[in-house]
């Protein structure tokens, strides 16, 4: 057999093989999928506990500590795919934060942005980190300018990635409706909104094999009561230009021009809070940068802190 046939051949036999472990076997599927792209970043799994919750993590590179705050609704691996990239140059550190991802869930629990900067305060107690580069992604943008504007001296820099936190950025028409009704189709009623939930927070979505598709959705669907009581605390959070008049921490504050979730206007309004920051827009990128250009977007971030 002609040997660049026989390999073509094997390529296509284990595609067809990973294709049918993925439909058939969707759960053991998404976590070998999933540790596979970790192993590709150099991050290991790891578990932290502090007063009231479990925190797990993903760790690994080198260089100065750079922690990562999701989103609502997601979870530490939102950063996996733009991790390779960082993993060079910085030592990433990246939290479920309680109630997200393998997280605790207490329904008792407080859930503003001042909570959950307190558990992020407790989180870089427990691996003993004084000082950090601190990013963010909507709410969990939300969560590191109000841990910068409380604690300072803990945070070098900020990355913002369409960060929630501000009244214009909560002009977008999905948060007006769901702030006038309660109704917010980022929550799911059922596994069959997950394609719907992907086009709302990202412009180009990126491909997630059926497995992680799956796996997301049964998790989204499960956490419905709980997300829906987060998400009424946490919009009824004071918004940052409401507590603080200056956040002196330089950042780097982007956003992607798509985003149908938080109005790109809230870039404008964190740059005017943040008077040592820098703002790009990104073009054609939704809600979620690192999930859509993760390798542009970690580009623009070594390029931006190698000016430090």
Not at 160 to 185: D, I, R
């Amino acid at each position: 057999m002609n040997p660049v046939f026989a390999f073509l051949l094997a390529i296509f036999v284990v595609v067809i093989v990973w294709i049918i472990f993925d439909r058939l076997f969707p759960r053991q599927a998404a976590s070998a999928g999933l540790k596979l792209e970790r192993w590709r970043s150099c991050l290991d799994s790891k578990i932290a506990t502090i007063p009231g919750a479990t925190m797990p993590y993903l760790e690994g590179g080198c260089g100065e500590p750079l922690v990562l705050i999701h989103g609502f609704g997601g979870d530490k691996d939102n950063f996996t795919r733009i991790a390779r990239f960082l993993t060079p140059h910085y030592h990433l550190i990246i939290p479920d934060l309680p109630g997200f991802g393998d997280a605790s869930r207490d329904p008792d629990a407080s859930y503003q942005a001042t909570d959950q900067a307190r558990s992020l305060c407790e989180f870089l107690n427990v691996l003993g980190l004084k000082r950090v580069h601190l990013g963010g992604n909507s709410m969990g943008g939300f969560i590191a300018c109000q841990f910068a504007a409380e604690q300072p001296e803990r945070v070098a820099s900020l990355w913002l990635l369409n960060a929630a936190g501000t009244k214009p950025a909560y002009e977008s028409n999905l948060l007006k409706h769901y702030l006038a009704t309660g109704e917010l189709p980022m929550l799911l009623h059922s596994a069959a909104d997950f394609k719907r939930l992907m086009q709302m927070t990202t412009h180009k979505p990126p491909f997630l094999p059926y497995s992680i598709r799956s796996t997301l959705a049964r998790r989204s669907v499960a956490d419905f009561d709980l997300h829906s009581e987060i998400m009424r605390q946490f919009t009824a959070s004071p918004m940052l230009e409401t507590q603080f008049n200056a956040i002196n921490t330089p950042a780097l504050i982007v956003w992607g021009d798509e985003d149908q979730v938080l109005h790109p206007a809230g870039a404008t309004a964190l740059q005017s809070l943040l008077p040592d920051s820098e703002v790009q827009l990104m073009a054609d990128i939704g809600h979620l940068p690192m999930l859509e250009a993760p390798r542009r977007t970690a580009r623009d971030y070594i390029r931006y802190r190698n000016r430090f």
